[in-house]
């Protein structure tokens, strides 16, 4: 096996492409294996990029083409099914007012594709149809084996390779039959309660950009957006007993859920009918949504990223967000390694890996909480969360509420130390600077 510090990265979502252009910011050797067959796809899905995201993008130099395609987010509304609005307050502005960056509302697409056709040397360094079926490591290296019968070699394998992750359940088996037998007990911990039905829509006329829109009801939740290109919708349903089962519905399932909630009312004056009679049927999904986090996020030269460790139902809006921020601190923890120790022996790569999840775990285990109570408040799967949905949070202060539960979590997120850069600021400061920048202004990092 090679002792060159190459790290292969399972997976060119917009976390695993992300953490390429944190390598090539790094000097590092790398590769990524997707295994689809292109790179840029559409798959009814749209996101939110959050200030501490938007400020990762800044460092890379990808902010302003984000800000040229996404929509600038400022406000959101509740509706009922029937479509009558019971609360609307200013969710997004506030933030640009504290952190210097917008919230921007884009499709899951967009951000690939940006991230992609930025990428430093992507023809060489992306690899699509590549699979990954199984890992050898040692004290020197590891072995990625792909579907077609190539062998892929470095001193780590990062795994963004998602919910399903297959590097996840290599590692679990690695770990079982280790003298430590540390991995976890079953090789999918991740329990899925909710269904999701994604898609976008052509714009219709009258829209408000930047409007974000959620549907509140018993046991269905619906979210849209229009973008500056499309509508972005989705609809979270209960599922009737918890599952474990890996599932991806079928085009005549997808048909039959979507006449089951036809009437349901996305936008005030719209009706997802409205919305599915333009929609193409190849820009929309229909999947389980899993939750849940895992104890264990590495095993010897294996390391996981993103929706492998932490997942979440799309309600909160932070499983992106999230996952950008743990590449980010994960490759500030390899970069000090191979600064002490360009080999990378098992001893650096333990205490890099090890510091990784202890710095991000209790922010993600955070999250992914809020994530699963917000989704079963909105879903009103009890009385109470009716009534505090219906009744209470109208009559709250809701833009000192999402302060006071999230700009803890956007100021005290982590930029790559080893970039330097001129960060947009706001009334609230960044609690976390580039270590080398925090040090030519003769300050300390937080």
């Given at each position: 096996m090679?002792?060159?510090p190459?790290?292969?990265?399972a997976?060119?979502?917009p976390?695993?492409?992300?953490?390429?252009?944190?390598?090539a910011?790094?000097?590092?050797d790398?590769?990524?294996?997707?295994?689809?067959?292109?790179?840029?796809r559409?798959?009814?899905?749209?996101?939110?990029?959050l200030?501490?995201?938007?400020?990762?993008m800044?460092?890379?130099g990808?902010y302003?083409r984000l800000?040229?395609?996404?929509?600038?987010?400022?406000?959101k509304?509740?509706?009922?099914?029937?479509g009558?609005?019971f609360?609307?307050?200013?969710?997004?502005d506030?933030?640009?007012?504290?952190f210097g960056?917008?919230?921007?509302g884009?499709?899951?697409?967009q951000?690939?594709q940006?991230?992609?056709?930025?990428?430093?040397e992507?023809?060489?360094?992306v690899?699509?149809?590549?699979r990954?079926?199984?890992?050898?490591?040692?004290?020197?290296?590891?072995?990625v084996?792909?579907?077609?019968?190539s062998?892929?070699?470095?001193?780590?394998i990062?795994?963004a390779?998602?919910?399903?992750?297959?590097?996840r359940?290599?590692?679990?088996?690695l770990?079982?039959?280790?003298?430590?037998?540390?991995g976890?007990?079953?090789?999918?911990?991740?329990?899925?309660?909710?269904?999701g039905?994604?898609a976008?829509?052509?714009?219709?006329e009258?829209l408000?950009t930047?409007?974000f829109?959620e549907?509140?009801?018993?046991?269905?939740?619906?979210?849209?957006?229009?973008?500056?290109?499309y509508?972005?919708?989705?609809?979270?349903?209960a599922?009737?007993?918890p599952?474990?089962?890996?599932r991806?519905?079928s085009a005549?399932?997808m048909e039959?859920?979507?006449?089951?909630?036809?009437?349901?009312?996305i936008?005030p004056g719209?009706k997802?009918?409205?919305?599915?009679?333009t929609t193409?049927?190849?820009?929309?999904?229909?999947v389980?949504?899993?939750?849940?986090?895992i104890?264990?996020?590495?095993?010897?030269?294996?390391?996981?990223?993103?929706?492998t460790?932490?997942?979440m139902?799309s309600?909160?809006?932070?499983?992106?967000?999230?996952?950008?921020q743990?590449?980010?601190?994960?490759?500030?923890?390899?970069?000090?390694?191979l600064?002490?120790?360009?080999?990378?022996p098992n001893e650096?790569?333990?205490?890099a890996?090890?510091s990784?999840?202890?710095?991000?775990?209790?922010?993600?285990?955070?999250i992914v909480k809020?994530?699963?109570?917000?989704?079963?408040?909105v879903t009103w799967?009890?009385?109470?969360?009716?009534?505090?949905d219906r009744?209470?949070i109208?009559?709250?202060?809701?833009?000192?509420q999402v302060?006071?539960?999230?700009?803890?979590?956007?100021?005290?997120?982590?930029?790559?130390d080893?970039v330097?850069?001129e960060?947009?600021v706001?009334q609230?400061?960044?609690?976390?600077t580039p270590?080398?920048?925090a040090?030519?202004?003769?300050?300390e990092?937080?």
């Amino acid at each position: 096996m090679t002792n060159k510090p190459r790290v292969i990265v399972a997976g060119a979502g917009p976390v695993g492409l992300y953490t390429a252009h944190a390598l090539a910011k790094a000097n590092v050797d790398f590769v990524v294996l997707e295994q689809q067959s292109e790179i840029v796809r559409y798959r009814g899905a749209g996101t939110v990029l959050l200030p501490h995201a938007c400020r990762l993008m800044d460092q890379i130099g990808l902010y302003t083409r984000l800000e040229e395609i996404a929509a600038r987010m400022h406000s959101k509304s509740n509706i009922l099914q029937n479509g009558q609005e019971f609360c609307r307050f200013h969710l997004f502005d506030p933030f640009e007012d504290h952190f210097g960056y917008a919230c921007l509302g884009l499709s899951r697409s967009q951000l690939i594709q940006v991230l992609y056709e930025s990428l430093p040397e992507r023809e060489s360094r992306v690899k699509t149809n590549a699979r990954v079926v199984d890992i050898e490591t040692d004290a020197s290296g590891v072995r990625v084996h792909l579907a077609d019968g190539s062998i892929e070699e470095g001193a780590i394998i990062i795994g963004a390779d998602g919910v399903h992750s297959q590097t996840r359940t290599i590692m679990n088996r690695l770990a079982r039959d280790s003298s430590s037998g540390a991995g976890e007990k079953d090789d999918y911990p991740m329990v899925a309660s909710f269904k999701g039905l994604f898609a976008r829509s052509r714009l219709h006329e009258g829209l408000e950009t930047g409007l974000f829109v959620e549907t509140h009801g018993s046991g269905l939740v619906t979210q849209s957006t229009s973008g500056k290109d499309y509508i972005y919708y989705s609809v979270v349903r209960a599922l009737p007993t918890p599952t474990t089962v890996q599932r991806k519905y079928s085009a005549q399932e997808m048909e039959e859920e979507a006449k089951s909630i036809s009437e349901i009312y996305i936008f005030p004056g719209i009706k997802f009918k409205d919305l599915w009679a333009t929609t193409a049927r190849t820009d929309a999904t229909f999947v389980n949504l899993e939750e849940g986090i895992i104890d264990k996020w590495y095993h010897g030269r294996i390391v996981l990223l993103g929706d492998t460790v932490h997942k979440m139902t799309s309600i909160n809006g932070l499983g992106v967000n999230t996952g950008l921020q743990s590449a980010a601190v994960l490759i500030n923890q390899l970069h000090d390694a191979l600064r002490s120790n360009p080999d990378l022996p098992n001893e650096a790569i333990e205490k890099a890996f090890h510091s990784y999840q202890s710095i991000q775990e209790p922010s993600c285990r955070a999250i992914v909480k809020m994530g699963m109570e917000m989704t079963r408040m909105v879903t009103w799967s009890t009385w109470t969360a009716w009534f505090f949905d219906r009744y209470v949070i109208p009559w709250m202060n809701m833009e000192n509420q999402v302060k006071t539960q999230m700009h803890p979590f956007v100021s005290n997120a982590y930029a790559l130390d080893f970039v330097p850069f001129e960060s947009k600021v706001g009334q609230t400061p960044w609690n976390k600077t580039p270590k080398f920048q925090a040090a030519e202004q003769g300050t300390e990092r937080v």
